[in-house]
């Protein structure tokens, strides 16, 4: 994924925060790659109320675009989203980041994109969360779903910081870009296909 350098990460909490705090919605982090994949995935689930990319698994001072972008930071491009349980459950959203916002098999990297700022990882927020991405990934291990083991972290989620707002809902605003043609946009047909009561337009 490459960009001019950005600009500064956005300060207080994100919307997804915001609306987490006022009881309308619960809240899950996840980070699989370039996160604007992932970030347009997870606004074409039903029951989803808001999806933020940013950084998550590092500090403060370092979560800006052109720092993480050195590896040096600890954090991983992520996606932080609000979603209404009463209409899609976590299992239903980590069915769909494990199946379709990325290959979790792949370590540090994701297609052409390669770094720790680009691995795998479930930001678990609650005991709940924790095991619900066990249980996901040792069903999967399993049934044989991969030809190679999963890659993916589960660690405990400490801050989410927002990224810069030319990240913010890429692929809406980019359709034609190359990177999201040949990268991004088949995710959203996999999500259409493989979970069509939950896909929305």
Known sequence: MLLLAGL????????AQTRASAGKADTAVFAGGCFWGVDAVFRHVRGVTGVVSGYSGGGAATA?????????TGHAESVEVAFDPARVSYEQLLR??????HDPTERDRQGPDEGTQYRSVVFYRTPEQLRAARAMIAGLEHDAAYPRPIATEVVPFERFYAAEAYHQDYLA????SPYIV???LPKLKRLEERFPTLYRP
Do not use: K, L
Not at 8 to 15: K, L
Not at 173 to 176: D, F, K, L, P, V
């Open 173 to 176: 605003h980019h359709r034609t």
């Open 8 to 15: 500064t990460a956005a300060a207080g909490p994100s919307a």
């Open 182 to 184: 040949y990268y991004d």
């Open 96 to 101: 769909v980041f494990f199946t379709v916002a």
């Open 64 to 72: 800006r675009y052109d720092v993480v972008s050195t590896s040096t």
